[in-house]
């Protein structure tokens, strides 16, 4: 329906890495607990309207480093032409992978092709349109996340990191929120469309804490990941009862959960 402007208020929890002292988790429960859900080829416009069928793919995705483009190489190697719209591409006459390129700042990431990731199969094309990847793990059983560059499967989540001090201490403080389209700078800005502060994305069944979890753990650990849970369970609970009673909510909803 509408996208929901930046900056609004949200509500934040903090609590202690039970394994670390020096380590605390902030999260953003705003964020957590609201209905975003990925609606690729299912209403997802595209970042770039003239790619609606792209999704976020269109550039190819930043490798965090180089274990995570190895594991992408690695999975790529599993891939069949019956799979794969761009398998021919992807290989030389040797028949070895070359799936990466550099930007122009000299930073690798996976090659684009016809201005998207050469992992997409393109809608109308081929007999499976979407990340081929995103298909190779669930014809292996596997999650996403083992197979994907870091940056696809963990958005649109986002892990950051700060240093907060306290007299003479220095604690690691990990925040756990959205990436929303202010994250990308001035990037974000050229985007036509973006979902996680669109009221069109914001139609999951269970909320992000929970539909994303896997991807939570991975991100946290399972016992930080435990922690957050059962602080969200609480939260979410209290709205789910305050909207059946038709109370007002004390809490900062995602307004284009809203």
């Known amino acids: 329906m509408s996208e929901i402007s930046a900056g609004f208020a949200r509500d934040w929890v903090e609590f202690f890495d039970p394994e670390d002292d020096e380590q605390i988790f902030k999260c953003d429960l705003t964020w957590l607990t609201s209905n975003w859900t990925c609606v690729y080829g299912d209403g997802c416009k595209g970042v770039f309207a003239d790619q609606p069928n792209a999704g976020c793919c269109t550039e190819g995705a930043m490798y965090t480093d180089e274990a995570d483009e190895a594991r992408v190489l690695k999975a790529a ?26 930007d122009e700042d000299n930073e690798r990431k996976t090659r684009t092709v016809n201005n998207s990731c050469i992992f997409l199969n393109r809608k109308g094309e081929f007999s499976t349109f979407g990340c081929v990847l995103h298909h190779l793990a669930e014809k292996e059983g596997s999650h996403f996340l083992d197979v994907k560059p870091d940056v696809c499967w963990q958005l649109p989540i986002r892990r950051s990191f700060e240093v907060r001090e306290h007299g003479e201490r220095e604690y690691n403080i990990t925040v756990i929120g959205e990436y929303e389209r202010l994250v990308w700078g001035d990037g974000g800005d050229d985007f036509d469309w973006y979902c996680t502060s669109d009221t069109d994305a914001h139609v999951g069944k269970k909320p992000v804490y929970l539909s994303n979890s896997e991807e939570l753990i991975a991100l946290m650990g399972k016992r930080n990941y435990d922690i957050l849970k059962e602080i969200c369970d609480k939260r979410y609970a209290g709205m789910q009862e305050a909207k059946k009673k038709n109370l ?11």
């Open 77 to 102: 190697a599993r891939l069949t032409p019956d799979m794969w719209q761009f398998y021919d591409i992807a290989h030389d006459k040797k028949g070895r992978l070359n799936i990466s390129e550099v």
């Open 248 to 258: 007002p909510l004390f809490v900062i909803q995602h307004p284009a959960s809203l």
